[in-house]
């Protein structure tokens, strides 16, 4: 089992430039959700996919939107990047079970990512 | 709204002391409480997790933690700290309906002296 992978795992942007971020869960995870880390603090949600639909969000402009695929996969991505969105971004997976119960969430290694 | 906070921004300890990081939480309900721990520019490794039962719980790499409903907390510790453990450690709140929406203290950096 590959695990929670995210890819690229490093990426550089300039200002006003646009990102996507890619995730692949856990195997048999249908759940995918993202945080943005900025330097020097604890993740930060910014919203969860399941069943192909934004389920849930955080506090993020609309500036941050994303999708999810028929393969569970999942896609960040952020437009007119500014650079206060230099962050490492991590992805975690989960599963939805009976009664709106989630199994325990796996985290992806993340995307560090530059804006320069 | 849920919180985490966690107290100690930077704990310096030497080897094969003894270590307790704090971490505070408000929740509505009991939740699912996880601790973390980063390295420098890698992802977050999890320690441990409180689900429910047992409210002292046994992690990896020699660590525990200890469930307090009565203070909402959530105590990591370590008998015996070793100078790999150098780190930054994460207490998470995490919903029991949505294990995918985990709310994160802002962490506490341990430095590990010789």
């Known amino acids: 089992d590959a695990g929670v992978t995210q890819s690229p795992t490093h990426l550089i942007k300039t200002r006003g430039q646009q990102v996507t971020l890619r995730c692949s869960p856990k195997?048999?995870?249908?759940?995918v959700s993202w945080y943005q880390q900025a330097l020097g603090q604890g993740p930060q949600f910014i919203f969860q996919?399941?069943?192909?639909?934004?389920?849930q969000r955080g506090n993020f402009p609309d500036r941050f939107s994303g999708h999810q695929f028929p393969n569970y996969s999942s896609e960040l991505n952020v437009n007119a990047l500014l650079l206060g969105d230099s962050a490492l971004y991590l992805c975690?997976?989960?599963?939805?079970?009976?009664?709106?119960?989630?199994?325990?969430?796996?985290f992806g290694q993340g995307t560090r990512l530059t804006v320069v | 709204a849920q919180s985490v906070t966690q107290p100690d921004i930077h704990i310096t300890v030497s080897e094969g002391a003894s270590l307790e990081l704090r971490c505070n939480y408000s929740?509505?309900?009991?939740?699912?409480l996880f601790w973390y721990v980063q390295s420098p520019g890698q992802g977050l490794q999890l320690l441990l997790k409180?689900?429910?039962?047992?409210?002292l719980v046994q992690g990896i790499k020699g660590f525990e933690a200890e469930f307090k409903r009565s203070q909402s907390s959530f105590n990591l510790r370590k008998p015996s700290v070793h100078w790999s453990d150098a780190a930054e450690y994460f207490c998470?709140?995490?919903?029991?309906?949505?294990?995918?929406?985990?709310?994160f203290g802002d962490g506490t950096t341990l430095t590990v002296k010789p």
């Open positions: 975690a997976s989960s599963l939805v079970r009976g009664e709106g119960l989630n199994t325990e969430a796996f």
């Open positions: 195997s048999g995870h249908d759940t």
């Open positions: 996919y399941y069943e192909e639909e934004e389920r």
């Open positions: 929740y509505g309900a009991t939740p699912y």
């Open positions: 409180y689900f429910s039962g047992d409210t």
């Open positions: 998470a709140v995490v919903p029991r309906t949505n294990a995918g929406k985990s709310t």
